[in-house]
């Protein structure tokens, strides 16, 4: 019996992802032996402290490039970076999550089983704690997509891509409010979640055996082994663009681009809304910074053969998430329509295959971050006493009401169009400018078209908010306790600095812009 | 004292009244307007320094100040001024102040606060002079979109019936062509070799097709706000239902950034499309000017008739520019100097005449000479200054234009004469139906129609009459200083002017 051979780990370089799920399992314990009432405050002290050191640990080894646990996991420059920029944005949505003076007792469920519009329900409702789960299950999410933008391999990939996909199915079913709703939306995002996971196993399956057969090398499923094998596999191509194709499918479900985004309105109206903010900013990286790794580095010489289908598959999202955010009526459901554009937008950065590209894409996935988690911010803060009033009609007069918030929440839309001075300008510069220099003008003609349409709905909100006069069931702004104050003061700042002085950011992503091979 | 930064100071400055301003008391409105308007005086003193100490006969970019500002991409706060840009940030600073003494009530009626509409006026003012002193065109770009944000909310909060669609209306339009920019300018940045200074990218060589495309990008947005037929639908409806200060600088100034973005990056960035183009410009420009003076009179808005005269002016100033000739390219200049002093006085009076009326409509009035005949000579001045009678300035504009286009292009010119009849027309018709004829009954029961012109109005339009007087004849101060930008223009598209000739051909003339 040969010995079986440990691979080497570097475990100062994947101490972020150690550290996360190492509190997620700690937070488990807490559950089990720490008296209620202190578990949330012991809860989520620990999930804040564990992402500030995972984020400690990113920064020290901001330096390192390289491949490590065996094949499986990658520390390098775009790892790094977007590892980064999850633990910033997950702190934010932690915030969020762990307020609640917003809602008494939290934006979450006291008790998950309780049947959905039953006496039981209503009396939840009213004001009992919400459950502490939900602080370990967002760590494991985040471990996971920590994980996820480091995968080296489609195995390790594929089991990130679990690790964070479950504990976000569990938290879009654990909304205070509209339990229906909710746990609709949970059902749905598992089920067509799986599909996409199968899809993206089918896919790995499928290039594991294109990989078999070049002379000298063994079949696997590490990207330096996919790579070669697009060169000189004997197999039939046939094999490496299905298998491409699925695991296409997979990720960009997870991206929200159309034709795979049709649970996003659904999940992002029917989730908690701070687990929504949490979705969009940092799902959304997570995604891209996959998708990013498998088609420039795995798939980097086939992109004569991928690149039209995505840049179809972008304009497709940005025209579907540009058009449909227009007929929306509720707040929510418009964000995630204007989500589903972003990713449109964020595919054409994948496919300007240069350094700057890269670095725009990681660019606009920060800055869209920022602004998106404020949003939701203030999407949590517009309330009555049935909850968020969400539908749109219900903001009209708002900017009379309460000046200030409106105010920010103008900013905010005014950056998700893309006005000059915001960081939605700046990151769409950051990659429109690289894709046109690859030669996707097609692409970045759509990009400004979409952005045309899409500024229409975002100024239908101006409108409803500045313009028209307060009605009587406009709700009032409750005044945010000093974690949601927190989170939507870094949100705000971040949008306006980064569109102001965008020079640092993009310093230290064009400095990351390098993938390990 | 050329030393003294004045392009970026002066951009500055608004934004910091604006700031002073927004932040003042809400139960304090006095304070505010006080404020506001001491320091948009400020602002004017300073334009004037800076007026004095440019040198006419030197570089043709003055002041030039470049701070690094993103320079991963090439972007740097680059001011620097043209005689162009000169003379358009004077009338800024001279518009500003008299806008806001003559809004003094407006905001009032809206129920809305009245600090932030001061402060969103210097905003607006703020942006204004950056869009003209900006030498980078990133720099451009940012103030070209970030300008609509003041007045989407100017329009949209202090303005009149169906303001909210005329604010959407506005905004939608102009972001629209600024869409079309924005990718042209990112088309421009990676063909120039990733800089946005103007100078380089000047210099730069672009392959033809390349070019036109780019042209075509920069053009629509300035054609969309400028603004030219077919683009200019927006303009009467956010003329219509702005409040009147706002809108003499929406129209006075704001739309001047179109014909002024064509000059300063249209002509000069793509000479070869400039040319390749020019028909078709010529003929947007001859169309508006007919299309929209037929328009304009069969108006029964004040307002919305001020907007459609501006439009076929802005005809008047495209056929200027695009026909290539110095005294074509002079007149366009003075003409944008020159509409915004006659179409800012005819604004600001007619916003005088409907807020004593309480209505726009043409037909609300008649007679009302007899009841304000100061104020009814005003409007009967602006008119006259507006339809280019001799002796106010606009009448010298629209003569450089005239014969410098028929230098070269004679059916153009024609037809464009045909303008100034149809000018009359409106005009003429427009004052006799307000303020000649038997008095309206219904006029005289309105209070506010007792009230001719007080002080603080008489000082808003002394001012600008005096200026129009003054340049219909002694044009030669701003001519100066536009002469010899105009000139460099025409050098970087590569066009002469066609020599004189009497009788015979220039050759046989030389023997």
Redesign the interface.
């Given at each position: 019996m040969t010995e079986l051979k440990l691979p080497s780990i570097d475990y100062a370089a994947i101490s972020p992802i150690l550290i996360m799920l190492g509190t997620a399992l700690l937070g488990v314990l807490v559950e089990a032996l720490v008296p209620r009432r202190w578990r949330h405050v012991v809860q989520l002290t620990l999930a804040l402290l564990a992402v500030l050191a995972a984020l400690t640990m990113v920064v020290l080894s901001a330096d390192e490039r390289i491949i490590t646990a065996g094949q499986a996991l990658a520390i390098d420059g775009p790892t790094l970076f977007l590892q980064g920029a999850i633990l910033v944005l997950a702190a934010m949505a932690l915030l969020l999550i762990g307020d609640r003076s917003v809602e008494r007792g939290g934006a979450f469920v006291a008790q998950a089983a309780v049947t959905a519009e039953s006496a039981d329900d209503r009396r939840q409702a009213e004001g009992r704690n919400g459950l502490t789960e939900v602080y370990p299950l967002t760590t494991f999410a985040i471990g996971g997509m920590l994980i996820f933008v480091a995968a080296n391999d489609l195995l390790t990939m594929f089991i990130a891509l679990e690790v964070f996909s479950l504990p976000l199915y569990l938290l879009c079913a654990l909304a205070r409010r509209r339990r229906l709703l909710s746990q609709e939306a949970a059902m749905k995002y598992f089920l067509l979640g799986a599909y996409a996971s199968a899809f993206f196993l089918f896919g790995v399956a499928l290039i594991y055996g294109f990989t078999s057969g070049i002379p000298g090398r063994t079949a696997g499923v590490d990207f330096a082994t996919i790579h070669a094998a697009v060169g000189e596999s004997p197999a039939s191509p046939v094999l490496l663009f299905a298998g491409m194709a699925l695991l296409a499918i997979g990720l960009l479900f997870k991206a929200a681009a159309a034709p795979f985004h049709v649970w996003t309105p659904d999940v992002y109206q029917g989730a908690p809304t701070p687990v929504t903010g949490f979705m969009a900013a940092c799902t959304k990286v997570a995604a891209f910074g996959a998708l990013l790794r498998v088609f420039q580095v795995a798939f980097a010489d086939a992109n004569w053969d991928f690149t039209p289908v995505l840049g179809a598959v972008a304009v497709l999202t940005m025209l579907v998430g540009a058009v449909l955010a227009v007929t929306q009526t509720d707040i929510k459901r418009l964000l995630a329509y204007s989500s589903i554009a972003n990713a449109g937008y964020l595919l054409v950065g994948v496919l300007a295959p240069s350094r700057d590209g890269l670095a725009g894409t990681m660019f606009y996935l920060v800055a869209y971050g920022f602004s998106v988690l404020a949003a939701f911010a203030v999407v949590t803060l517009v309330r009555d006493e049935d909850g968020e009033a969400t539908h749109l009609s219900r903001w009209a007069g708002l900017g009379r009401r309460s000046p200030f918030f409106a105010a920010l929440f103008t900013f905010i839309l005014?950056a998700f169009?893309?006005?000059?001075?915001t960081s939605g300008?700046?990151s769409?510069?950051a990659i429109?400018?690289p894709a046109?220099?690859g030669g996707q003008?097609w692409l970045?003609?759509a990009g400004?078209?979409t952005?045309?349409v899409l500024?229409?709905p975002y100024?239908?909100v101006v409108?409803m908010m500045?313009?028209?006069e307060p009605g009587e069931s406009t709700p009032t702004v409750t005044v945010p306790g000093g974690l949601t104050a927190a989170a939507l003061t870094i949100g705000v700042l971040a949008t306006l600095v980064l569109g102001v002085?965008?020079?640092p950011l993009?310093?230290l992503a064009?400095g990351a812009a390098e993938f390990v091979r | 004292m050329s030393n003294f930064p004045f392009l970026s100071v002066l951009t500055v400055a608004p934004l910091v009244g604006a700031l002073v301003v927004a932040f003042l008391p809400r139960h304090r409105p006095e304070l505010a307007k006080q404020v506001a308007f001491a320091w948009s005086l400020l602002v004017l003193v300073l334009s004037v320094v800076m007026w004095v100490s440019f040198n006419a006969g030197g570089d043709r970019f003055q002041f030039r100040e470049s701070y690094s500002?993103?320079?991963?991409?090439g972007v740097s706060f680059t001011f620097a001024a043209d005689g162009i840009a000169l003379v358009m940030l004077m009338l800024i600073a001279v518009l500003v102040p008299l806008v806001i003494l003559a809004s003094w009530h407006d905001a009032e009626s809206s129920k809305r606060s009245v600090p932030v509409y001061f402060a969103l006026l210097l905003v607006l003012e703020c942006t204004m002079i950056g869009v003209f002193a900006a030498a980078d065109v990133f720099l451009f770009?940012?103030f070209f979109?970030?300008m609509?944000?003041p007045m989407y909310?100017l329009i949209?909060?202090y303005g009149g019936h169906q303001?909210?669609y005329a604010?959407?209306k506005f905004?939608?339009y102009s972001?629209?062509g600024g869409?079309?920019m924005?990718?042209a300018v990112?088309?421009l940045?990676?063909v120039g070799g990733k800089t946005f200074d103007w100078q380089a990218l000047s210099q730069v060589d672009i392959s033809t097709g390349t070019e036109r495309w780019l042209f075509l990008g920069f053009f629509l947005a300035f054609a969309i706000k400028a603004p030219f037929f077919p683009f200019h639908t927006w303009l009467p409806d956010a003329g219509g239902a702005a409040p009147a200060g706002a809108a003499a600088l929406l129209v006075g100034v704001l739309d001047k950034v179109g014909t002024f973005g064509i000059l300063r990056y249209c002509l000069p960035l793509f000479p070869e499309a400039s040319k390749w183009f020019a028909p078709w410009a010529l003929a947007l420009g001859v169309i508006g000017i007919v299309y929209a003076a037929l328009l304009a009179v069969g108006q029964n808005d004040l307002k919305r008739l001020v907007s459609y005269t501006s439009i076929a002016h802005f005809g008047f100033i495209g056929v200027g520019i695009f026909a290539f000739t110095t005294q074509a390219g002079t007149g366009a200049v003075l003409y944008m100097l020159n509409h915004g002093l006659a179409t800012g006085l005819l604004f600001l009076v007619v916003g005088m005449l409907i807020s004593r009326r309480g209505s726009s409509l043409i037909s609300d009035f008649g007679g009302a000479g007899k009841l304000v005949p100061v104020l009814a000579g005003v409007l009967f001045f602006a008119g006259l200054a507006s339809l280019a009678l001799p002796g106010t300035a606009p009448f010298i504009s629209e003569f450089l234009v005239l014969i410098g286009t028929f230098t070269v292009n004679k059916p153009v010119a024609v037809i464009a004469t045909l303008g100034i009849i149809l000018a009359a027309a409106y005009v003429l018709w427009m004052v006799q139906r307000t303020t000649q004829g038997t008095l309206n009954p219904a006029l005289s029961e309105v209070d506010g129609m007792r009230r001719d012109l007080n002080l603080r109005e008489k000082v808003v339009v002394a001012p600008l009459i005096a200026l129009i007087v003054l340049l219909g004849f002694f044009p030669k101060p701003v001519t100066d200083v536009i002469n010899p930008a105009v000139q460099a223009t025409m050098d970087d598209i590569g066009r002469t002017d066609p020599a004189p000739s009497v009788g015979g051909t220039v050759q046989e003339a030389a023997k």
């Open positions: 005014l169009a893309g006005i000059p001075l300008f700046t769409k510069f429109f400018g046109l220099e003008a970045v003609i400004v078209l952005s045309m500024a229409f100024l239908r409108v500045w313009l028209s002085a965008p020079a993009l310093d064009t | 500002w993103i320079p991963n991409w770009y940012v979109e970030v609509l944000v909310f949209g909060s303001r909210q604010a959407v905004f939608l972001l629209v869409l079309f924005l990718a990112i088309g940045w990676v």
